[in-house]
């Protein structure tokens, strides 16, 4: 069965770095997202990238985070300068065109930033 | 603004017992809802979903869901419980515009007792 896999699987980064987070998407999927879950709350969208750009991002997705599609499979989320509240789950998913499509989740990477 | 509301944040059941978990929703046009659950270090696994037709709608491991839309609500069942069903369970609507959003409830946590 196709599945969205997402390295590292936990990241400890020191405040102030720069960490990447991986991501390969189901690969006849086009639409990738990015969801963050903070411990003990609820997963909260990020952004979603179609078409080598990106078609929606959240009021969370500020300028510290980028993502970028660099070939055919990966599918990255950069933040630029971790803070300590970028600790969190993040989940990379990917589904077909369309608002009722499933997304399929990768297991996730937790973040944490010291 | 759309929006996923589950009420009860921590639910225990005794094992064999029956279980209803409560979503409501916020969303102007006819949505499309989901039910993920996630174990203890694990993804978010699509349990079933609600597109358009049979309102109710059978999922894996034994869930069903029931569409109402006089009450914006998308509950979770099962007949009776196992122990292996103790998880997070997230109530989510997708959003209209293609992107594949989804909006996400604050999860509830269901304990299994023996």
């Known amino acids: 069965e196709p599945e969205v896999t997402q390295t590292p699987s936990h990241q400890v980064t020191q405040m102030g770095q720069e960490v990447i987070l991986r991501c390969v998407p189901i690969?006849?999927?086009?639409?990738f997202y990015w969801y963050r879950q903070i411990l003990g709350q609820k997963v909260e969208f990020l952004v979603s990238?179609?078409?080598?750009?990106?078609?929606?991002k959240s009021e969370i997705f500020d300028d510290q985070f980028s993502v970028e599609r660099p070939d055919g499979s990966n599918f990255t989320l950069k933040i630029r300068s971790t803070k300590l509240e970028d600790s969190a789950m993040y989940f990379c998913?990917?589904?077909?065109?369309?608002?009722?499509?499933?997304?399929?989740f990768g297991q996730g990477t937790r973040l944490t930033v010291v | 603004a759309q929006s996923v509301t589950q009420p009860d944040i921590h639910i225990t059941v005794s094992e064999g017992a029956s279980l209803e978990l409560r979503c409501n929703y916020s969303?102007?046009?006819?949505?499309?809802l989901f039910w993920y659950v996630q174990s203890p270090g694990q993804g978010l696994q699509l349990l079933l979903k609600?597109?358009?037709?049979?309102?109710l709608v059978q999922g894996i491991k034994g869930f069903e869901a029931e569409f109402k839309r006089s009450q914006s609500s998308f509950n979770l069942r099962k007949p009776s419980v196992h122990w292996s069903d103790a998880a997070e369970y997230f109530c989510?609507?997708?959003?209209?515009?293609?992107?594949?959003?989804?909006?996400f409830g604050q999860g509830t946590t269901l304990q299994v007792k023996p």
């Open positions: 998913a990917s589904t077909l065109p369309g608002a009722g499509s499933e997304a399929f």
């Open positions: 609600y597109f358009s037709g049979d309102t």
């Open positions: 990238f179609y078409n080598n750009e990106i078609s929606e």
């Open positions: 989510a609507v997708g959003v209209e515009g293609n992107t594949g959003k989804l909006i």
């Open positions: 969303y102007g046009a006819t949505p499309y």
């Open positions: 690969s006849n999927h086009l639409y």
